[in-house]
T-cell receptor, first 109, second 115 residues
Framework: DAKTTQPNSMESNEEEPVHLPCNHS???????IHWYRQLPSQGPEYVIH???SNVNNRMASLAIAEDRKSSTLILHRATLRDAAVYYC??????????FGAGTTVTVRA | DSGVTQTPKHLITATGQRVTLRCSPR?????VYWYQQSLDQGLQFLIH???????AKGNILERFSAQQFPDLHSELNLSSLELGDSALYFC??????????????FGEGSRLTVL
């Protein structure tokens, strides 16, 4: 299975951008890069995904390196509600997502 | 609200017992996935069903079994429970094969405590 590496934790101030890095040096050409987040006491929530091009949605932006060996999730203006564990995941088939330890994001008011 | 419903939300039982966790996927979703989240193991994929058929198995113990019914709801059966089975069990659903988003919609989970 292709693996991802994320920092254990990151801190941010409210209304500032947050850049969450993810390394996936063994990614294959067909792997999609997915991001999910899990707020306390809730199930994981889809954030964004991409294959090769950068992606934007209402929640975040995903910047993918040209060689696809790394990516960065960007939360443009962090709010207290964005405090969560963020998971970077490679979807290597249609059957499942393999979650790692993720990055715990703390947002300071 | 993801549209995925899991019951019960909390369950306390004793070692050696058997429990059934239930999941109703989002309307129209044909795929159901089960995940286990414990403090020391993180989120672990257990099993995937698509339109009533088992499609993939992950780290699911032989004491655990699941099925998906014709109305697409799914049940996860856990038997001969051990203390280590205490965890959050999540169900997720997706519209497998209809798009390439791969987005999974997770329920709020069933918290199982084995005493």
């Amino acid at each position: 299975d292709a693996k991802t590496t994320q920092p254990n934790s990151m801190e941010s101030n409210e209304e500032e951008p947050v850049h969450l890095p993810c390394n996936h040096s063994t990614i294959s050409g067909t792997d999609y890069i997915h991001w999910y987040r899990q707020l306390p006491s809730q199930g994981p929530e889809y954030v964004i995904h991409g294959l090769t091009s950068n992606v934007n949605n209402r929640m975040a932006s995903l910047a993918i390196a040209e060689d696809r060996k790394s990516s960065t999730l960007i939360l443009h203006r962090a709010t207290l509600r964005d405090a969560a564990v963020y998971y970077c995941i490679l979807r290597y088939n249609d059957y499942k997502l393999s979650f790692g330890a993720g990055t715990t994001v703390t947002v300071r008011a | 609200d993801s549209g995925v419903t899991q019951t019960p939300k909390h369950l306390i039982t004793a070692t050696g017992q058997r429990v059934t966790l239930r999941c109703s996927p989002r309307s129209g979703d044909l795929s159901v996935y089960w995940y286990q989240q414990s403090l020391d193991q993180g989120l672990q994929f257990l099993i995937h069903y698509y339109n009533g058929e088992e499609r993939a198995k992950g780290n699911i113990l032989e004491r655990f079994s699941a099925q998906q019914f014709p109305d697409l709801h799914s049940e996860l059966n856990l038997s001969s429970l051990e203390l280590g089975d205490s965890a959050l069990y999540f169900c997720a659903s997706s519209t497998y094969g209809l798009s390439n988003t791969g987005e999974l919609f997770f329920g709020e989970g069933s918290r199982l405590t084995v005493l």
